[in-house]
């Protein structure tokens, strides 16, 4: 079946701007991860939906990172005012289920520029 | 506090040749899960095995195997006569009893033909 996708593969954009990434599951997982992953370092946890609610934001750095999940599917990521710091690549996980099951399935990620 | 270690930041062998990956973790959970990852060149994280802390069993797939030793924190993985299809950067995470994945920071292994 079809893996975790998510678009677009690659986002460049300019400091100040606003950002959208969006991930699609696996069909029937309801647990979802985003996560960031900068050169030389393993991926950084930013946000756990479980459902359509997100059950753990503490990963997101601060207010100007958001994620929802609106019908328990597909997810969007959203940056304001972007920083040239926040230039990494954005990766998106979900999984069948956390109690059961949390192996989680990623997608190939976005990688993000903020010139 | 959660985290990984992985010492290795960069192994090269020569095809054919055995290689092992450390990982050691730290958790105060009692029950936690391990998992290795790799990420080959195109980027894409692909799983490759989930252990929790309850089953110290050794276990093989293949050319891989992984040795969990609670009593030292590891969960080393061992490729055995490496192909030039083995380069990638592997991963290693944890997940307590929390919501939160933690991965280690990688280790860059290179298969020389």
């Known amino acids: 079946g079809a893996g975790v996708s998510q678009t677009p593969s690659n986002k460049v954009t300019e400091k100040g701007k606003y950002v959208e990434l969006r991930c699609d599951p696996i069909s029937g997982h309801t647990a979802l991860y985003w996560y960031r992953q900068s050169l030389g370092q393993g991926p950084e946890f930013l946000i756990y939906f479980q459902g359509t609610g997100a059950a753990d934001d503490s990963g997101l750095p601060n207010d100007r990172f958001f994620a929802v999940r609106p019908e328990g599917s597909v997810s969007t990521l959203k940056i304001q005012r972007t920083e040239r710091g926040d230039s990494a690549v954005y990766l998106c996980?979900?999984?069948?289920?956390?109690?059961?099951?949390?192996?989680?399935?990623f997608g190939p990620g976005t990688r993000l520029t903020v010139l | 506090a959660q985290k990984v270690t992985q010492a290795q930041t960069e192994i090269s062998v020569v095809e054919k040749e055995d290689v092992t990956l450390d990982c050691v973790y730290e958790?105060?959970?009692?029950?936690?899960?391990l998992f290795w990852y790799k990420q080959p060149p195109s980027g894409e994280l692909v799983f490759l095995i989930r252990?929790?802390?309850?089953?110290?069993q050794n276990e093989i797939s293949g050319r891989y195997s992984w040795n969990f030793q609670k009593s030292t924190s590891s969960f080393n993985f061992t490729i055995t006569a490496s192909q030039v299809v083995d380069s990638a950067v592997y991963f290693c995470a944890l997940r307590g009893t929390g919501n939160q994945f933690y991965f280690g920071t990688g280790t860059s292994l290179t298969v020389i033909p």
């Open positions: 252990r929790n802390s309850f089953d110290e």
């Open positions: 958790t105060r959970d009692t029950t936690y899960y």
């Open positions: 996980a979900s999984s069948p289920d956390r109690g059961r099951d949390d192996t989680q399935y």
